[in-house]
């Protein structure tokens, strides 16, 4: 689903009290599969499960990593409305966390969360307990060959389009499967502009990155008859969250004082690196609309 605190540009090893000793978990910057396996295999070590996979969003002082990351979910959630009783569909759901949170804090009559990635889907198996009308699969959000026509009440996109070489098909999909006054909501990284970076170019198509600018979305949400009823920056709110991230690692995951110290080293690098990419590459859109099925 995203570029959150553990971005990295390479891999480190750390270990700690929980079996982490001599593995290379961080190898997030040698593919988007690698990536995501290593976010989620660090958060189970470090908070003892999962969590959602995007940025965080400050509201309070003193709040965890956690607590950041729903109020993100909830501040997306904010602009559609009530989701109870709706059939809901999350494209680029990752672990399952979010679909989960939405579920079991919303009361959709049903939730779908849908993933490229397997090894995502395995874990939002894992966690997904006994609820009947919350369901994960396999599938590309630029097909959705398992979701039918005209059959989702309100679909989210939150943190995952970036991934998405072919966004336009996508929208195309979104235009397809939202029933007509449903609404969709998509919250994604944009770039400021489409300079090029040189060897960094190289880079972001082996991580599957592909960045739209504001202006593009708003052109290809047009071509596609989805209608933007709100968009919103929240960059700001964003580059806020990581306030006192330094209090989200403490030394007692960690066996040695060395390993502690590297791994804060680390995360300082990128905290800094996601900041400064916001502060003058990339912002924070959520948009908000409807297809226009006539």
């Given at each position: ?83 109870e009783n709706k059939d ?22 049903s939730m779908t969360g ?162 400064l990419l916001l502060n ?15």
């Open positions: 689903m995203s570029s959150n605190i553990f971005y990295s540009f390479a891999f480190i090893k750390i270990k700690t009290q929980t079996d982490m000793a001599n593995s290379n978990l961080l190898e997030t910057g040698s593919s988007t599969q690698n990536y995501y396996q290593s976010i989620n295999k660090t958060y189970r070590k470090l908070y003892q499960k999962l969590l959602m996979l995007h940025y965080p969003y400050y509201k309070e002082h003193d709040e965890s990593l956690e607590d950041r990351q729903v109020n993100l979910t909830n501040h997306c959630i904010s602009h559609i409305g009530e989701l809901v569909l999350e494209v680029g759901c990752g672990n399952g966390t979010q679909s989960l949170y939405i579920y079991e804090n919303y009361q959709p009559g849908i993933d490229i990635n397997a090894h995502n889907i395995a874990l939002a198996h894992s966690i997904n307990g006994s609820h009947n009308n919350l369901e994960f699969m396999v599938d590309d959000a630029q097909q959705l060959e398992k979701v039918p026509d005209d059959s989702v009440d309100v679909l989210l996109c939150i943190e995952s389009a970036f991934h998405y070489p072919e966004k336009h098909r996508f929208m195309q999909e979104v235009h397809r499967v939202v029933k007509p006054g449903g609404t969709f909501l998509i919250a994604d990284i944009l770039s400021r502009s489409y300079q090029h970076r040189g060897p960094f170019e190289r880079w972001k198509r082996k991580m599957s990155y592909h960045h739209w600018t504001e202006s593009h979305y708003l052109k290809k949400f047009r071509e596609n008859k989805l209608n933007i009823s709100q968009k919103e920056n929240i960059t700001e709110a964003v580059k806020k969250g990581y306030k006192g991230y330094d209090r989200w690692i403490t030394r007692k995951n960690f066996n040695s004082w060395m390993d502690y110290i590297k791994f804060k080293l680390f995360i300082f690098l990128q905290v800094k690196i996601n900041i003058k590459r990339r912002k924070y859109f959520i948009f908000v609309g409807e297809p226009d099925k006539n």
